[in-house]
Structure formats: C-alpha cells, structure tokens
C-alpha cells in the first residue's frame, strides 16, 4: 500500500486559551504548560460533513484520482450530526463515489486502524483505490463546564487517497479494556420498557490514568513495530504521533532518545482533533514540503477504549 495524496480542512474559528478563561477556571499559562495547547479551532458555522468533503477532495485531487474510481472509504468518527446513515455515507455523496462505505470508531487511534484496515482490505483483492479519512468534533463531546476536558480539543478532518504499492511496512493496532478512563456516553429516546432512561454524560477523562496508558501502548507499539521491520529507532525519519498532550510526545521522544526534530506537531495550533491530529500533521508536513522521498515515517495514535496504533512507511510521493 502507499499514499498518494493527502488533504485537511480545519474550521475557521480560532479559540485561545484567554478566551476559555473568560467562562472556565482556568489560564493561558496552566493550558500551555500542562498541554502545549495555545489555541484551537472549533467548529462554529461550518458542520464536520463540509470539512470531511473538503479534506477528501484535497486528497483526491492530489491523488489525481475522481471520486468514482474509489473501492471503499473508510471514516475514522466518533461523533457527528448523524449516528446513521454514516459519515462515510454522507462524504460520498459529495465526492462522486459510487463504492462501499464504512464508518470506523477506534477514537484517537482511527487513523491508523483505518490504514491497516485499508491495507487488510488490498490484500484480499477487495480494493485498490480506498479513501481512509478522519473527521472528528470532540467539541461536541465534552461539557464546557469542565476544565479537565473542554480546554483539550478542537476539531478537524483529514484524509489520504491509499492505492496499491510496497511503501507500508508494518501496523500493529491494539485494544485493551479500560472503559471507565475515558469515555462519552450519547442519550438514547426512552423507552417504555427500559428501566434505564439514558439521558447522556458528557466525557469523562482521568486524564493521569490516560496519560500514562498513552505513553507505555505508544512506546511498546512503535519498539514492536522496529523490530518487525528491522529498523532502529535512528533510522527513522519522522513520528508523526497522535496531538494529546506536548508533555506524551517529549516523555515518549526521551524514551526513544532521539531529537526534537524528528518529532513533529501542531498541537499548540489546534489541540487535540482525536483520530484527524495525524493525518491533518501528515498533511502540513506533505504541503508544506518537509517530507522527503525515501523517509522512514512512524505513525502512532492511542485513546479511549483503550486503543492505540502503529504502523511504519517509507514516504515516496513528490
Ligand atoms: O486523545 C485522547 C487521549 N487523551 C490524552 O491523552 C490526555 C492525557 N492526559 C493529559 O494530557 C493530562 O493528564 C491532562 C492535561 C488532562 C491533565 O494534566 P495533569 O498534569 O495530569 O493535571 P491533573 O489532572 O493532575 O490536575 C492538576 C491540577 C488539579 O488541581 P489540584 O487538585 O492539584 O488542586 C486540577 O484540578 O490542575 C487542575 N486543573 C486545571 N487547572 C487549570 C485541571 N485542569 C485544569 C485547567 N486549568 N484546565
């Protein structure tokens, strides 16, 4: 499998964290310390189907590809304004594709679930062309009333166009059950024979116990995946890892001993846009010319279930 386009849209609306200390308990000093975040983007008029259509014609574009020759799409969401018909569904509509369509919930670690599922699906001769996109509004998920959660997230969409080739190396996607860690649970209508009417709990995180879970699934994911494809930790390029916290990317980076450099991010623009932070990253560094043909690229996201998710390629588009 390799990639051969890439494409992000992010809303307009920027929020700083002096804006959230107008109505929170909170400071622009305890947000930028504690997270790295100094500002994200939420959204205000758009709604994430536009931003996802968008991020997907990006792609598709770059890819040179119409959306009529896509087999499959895969979308990495969490919530959105519908639970059915799937996001994947509405995206298509809007990018002229006539394939299947699937939505995929493995929170933060989406994207690289979605990879490997895309990769699962080539192999079997089930699909060449698959649009593997993330489009997530954690907004949406957390109560504004509470500091721990709301100060964390924005929101985005990002896609790749995948096709047929030998760039991937290896993935390795995990999940453990830890449910009570972090969580957000929708209301369902009543019922009159249920005896639980479920009204909704905005999420829920511990943030330690996360972060944590967060920094030993990353660093066992991406040791397991050097050693499966004999690369040492020197030897690659760019981890491109999922936008939680800066303080998860330096304790991992210092783990692994190698320099700042080779660790990009963009959490301190946009927070944490769940399973879309890697792609939309992915996506800057491609626009923005930093990706070099030949490099060795790590991707390695984690979040609630608890999920996490690695994989390594060799980048060749340019
Ligand atoms: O993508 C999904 C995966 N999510 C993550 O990976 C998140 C992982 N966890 C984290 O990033 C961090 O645990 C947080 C950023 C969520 C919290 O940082 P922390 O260093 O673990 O802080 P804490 O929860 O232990 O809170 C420390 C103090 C507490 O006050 P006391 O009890 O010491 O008086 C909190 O009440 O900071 C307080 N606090 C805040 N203060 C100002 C918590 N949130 C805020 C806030 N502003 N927004």
Redesign the pocket.
């Given at each position: 499998m390799k990639i051969i386009g890439t494409g992000s849209a992010i809303p307009s609306l920027s929020v700083t964290n002096d804006m959230l200390s107008v109505f929170?308990?909170?400071?622009d000093q305890?947000?930028r310390t504690?997270?790295g975040i100094v500002e994200r983007r939420i959204i205000s008029d758009e709604n994430l189907k536009d931003l996802a259509v968008e991020a997907a014609k990006k792609a598709l574009e770059e890819a040179n590809m119409d959306g009529s020759q896509l087999d499959y799409i895969i979308c990495s969401n969490v919530v959105n304004y519908y639970v059915t018909p799937s996001l994947s569904c509405l995206i298509s509509g809007e990018i002229n594709a006539a394939c299947p369509c699937v939505d995929l919930n493995a929170?933060?670690s989406g994207f690289v679930y979605g990879l490997d599922m895309a990769q699962a699906y080539q192999l079997a001769g089930k699909a060449k062309n698959i649009l593997v996109i993330c489009a997530e509004e954690p907004t949406r998920m957390c109560s504004w009333k509470d500091?721990?959660?709301?100060?964390?997230f924005g929101d985005g969409a990002a896609a790749v166009v995948v096709t047929e080739g030998d760039d991937f190396k290896a993935s390795y996607i995990t999940a453990k059950y830890r449910p009570e860690i972090?969580y957000y649970q929708r209301a369902l209508e009543d019922c009159p024979f249920v005896t639980y009417q479920q009204r909704g709990v905005p999420m829920y995180?511990n943030?330690?116990e996360?972060?944590k879970m967060?920094v030993n699934a990353s660093i066992e994911g991406i040791e397991r995946i050097l050693k499966e494809t004999g690369h040492t930790a020197d030897q690659v390029d760019h981890y491109i890892l999922?936008q939680?916290?800066m303080?998860?990317i330096e304790t991992i980076r210092n783990q692994l001993h190698q320099p700042v450099e080779k660790f990009p991010h963009n959490i301190e623009r946009l927070g944490?846009t769940?399973s879309a932070t890697i792609p939309i990253l992915l996506d800057e560094l491609n626009k923005g010319g930093k990706l070099k043909q030949g490099d060795t690229i790590l991707l390695s996201g984690?979040?609630?279930g608890f999920t996490a998710g690695t994989c390594l390629f060799t980048w060749t588009m340019n």
């Open positions: 929170l308990d909170t400071s305890w947000i504690r997270t929170a933060c500091r721990n959660t709301a100060v964390l972090l995180m943030g330690k996360v972060f967060a999922h939680a916290n303080r998860i944490n769940s984690f979040g609630a």
